[in-house]
């Protein structure tokens, strides 16, 4: 396994609730594969309500989790005269995190099924295609679950004032940039669908003495090359090997656009942000701030075309990916 760059205390959360998620998958997969693929509709009406179980009691399990690693953290902190709300897991468990029920969400799982076998897909892999999509929606629910749990206890709590964000390989770009950033207890965790992201609750004095590193860059040297690749891209890559700031990287490929032949991106080109600064020629084109009329090349589309590591620097710098 690639080694992880996280405290003890992180890793123990981490692993606590991807054990609670493994043992919902597992007893999904194992009621799943009871079942052949043409009976999955017919049997629904008693399928679905053992399956939401099994998912609501990991989202149980979760909360619950959850709560119990906020108390621990929080006695480190100073006295508080009044007694935290305390969570009710169960209050956390039957529904989908964006509101829908978990028994509508799961049929997707079904109606996977049901589409393939219509279309001619063989059984055997429309019955396979359920399961991932039924394993994918009951451990997305389930993290998200302990997530919104530890949102809920951390704002009950008065010592807590903050969390870390915590980000376990392998992972998508999107993530190792965020990895390590501290935020108020009050402000939202920025996720994708199936991140796996953790939060570590921190007291103030965990937020004031925590050791100051450049987490995102930890997190890619101890990435394989196969993780590199597939996180940030070929041309992506290239340019953080030859010193690129990861965070440009990823951030650029937000706002991409096609330019003749060239790859640009619109992300950092306003008079505010660093590349839009180097790149100068601004000018009201909507949105709140003047943004640069020159194009910011994707950092691919520089190392595709740059003639030498010189060129290829001297390109990534003026378009502000590095200092």
């Known amino acids: 396994m690639a080694r992880q760059l996280i405290t003890p205390a992180q890793r123990r959360l981490y692993e606590a609730q991807q054990r609670i998620v493994r043992e919902v998958v597992e007893q999904l997969q194992r009621l799943w594969n009871e079942i052949p693929a043409h009976e999955l509709a017919r049997l629904w009406p008693m399928l679905g309500p053992l399956l939401v179980e099994i998912v609501a009691a990991g989202q149980r399990a979760a909360a619950s989790y959850a709560a119990r690693a906020v108390k621990v953290v929080a006695a480190d902190g100073a006295p508080v005269a009044q007694k935290p709300a305390e969570l009710v ?4 468990a039957g529904l989908a995190v964006d509101g829908r029920s978990l028994l509508s969400l799961l049929w997707l799982a079904v109606d996977t099924v049901v589409r393939g076998l219509v279309a001619g897909v063989a059984p055997s892999e429309a019955h396979a295609a359920g399961l991932h999509r039924l394993l994918r929606f009951a451990s997305g629910e389930v993290a998200d679950t302990a997530r919104v749990a530890m949102h809920a206890a951390m704002a009950a709590d008065d010592r807590i004032v903050g969390y870390e964000r915590v980000v376990v390989l392998p992972a998508c770009g999107r993530c190792v940039i965020l990895a390590g950033r501290v935020y108020r207890w009050s402000e939202g965790f920025d996720r994708h669908p199936q991140c796996d992201c953790g939060m570590q609750p921190l007291t103030a004095e965990q937020w004031r003495d925590r050791p100051r590193r450049d987490a995102p860059r930890e997190l890619f040297e101890a990435m394989t090359p ?14 953080i090997e030859a010193g690129a700031d990861i965070a440009q990287v990823v951030n650029a490929r937000r706002s991409m656009y096609k330019i003749g032949k060239f790859t640009a991106t619109r992300d950092g080109t306003t008079v505010r942000g660093n590349a839009g600064r180097l790149l100068g020629e601004h000018r009201k084109q909507g949105g709140r701030y003047r943004r640069s009329t020159r194009p910011r090349l994707m950092p691919a589309e520089a190392v595709n075309r740059a003639s030498s590591r010189e060129e290829l620097v001297t390109w990534l710098r003026n378009a502000g990916y590095m200092r």
């Open 226 to 239: 196969a993780q590199r690749k597939k996180a940030f891209t070929k041309g992506g890559l290239k340019a």
């Open 89 to 92: 897991p169960a209050a956390f």
